[in-house]
């Protein structure tokens, strides 16, 4: 019943800058929080940025200083702003939302990822 939908993935130069963002839609009562995760081959999924409905942040030592996590509440929208980007910030991108159900307070909701790649 809720679909998170990512777009603005795709491939920089080190140094350059990308922009992500997620649109959730559906049947959505609320959602605690919004977040950015990311996965490289043979690496587990790590998370990169987070942010709640009250605005509270956490970002990943790696993506501190450079991403900036951002949200529109009326809109169910998250993104994330990645600069000075390094070639280890490739991998894919996962959106994923925290959202509170009446049958279920805190479902885990997956967007189908996007490809960010580093690479000169």
């Known amino acids: 019943q809720v679909q998170l939908v990512e777009s603005g993935g795709g491939l920089v130069q080190p140094g350059g800058s990308l922009s992500l963002s997620c649109a959730a839609s559906g049947r959505i009562y609320r959602i605690n929080s919004m977040g950015w995760y990311r996965q490289a081959p043979g690496n587990q999924r790590e998370l990169v940025a987070r942010?709640?409905?009250?605005?509270?942040?956490n970002y990943a030592d790696s993506a501190r200083g450079r991403f900036t996590i951002s949200r529109d509440i009326v809109k169910n929208t998250v993104s994330l702003q990645m600069n000075s980007l390094k070639p280890e910030d490739t991998a894919a991108y996962y959106c994923?939302?925290?959202?509170?159900?009446?049958?279920?307070?805190?479902?885990?909701?997956w967007g189908r990822g996007t490809q960010v790649t580093v690479s000169s």
């Open positions: 994923h939302a925290d959202i509170f159900t009446p049958s279920t307070p805190h479902l885990d909701c």
């Open positions: 942010i709640t409905l009250g605005g509270s942040t």
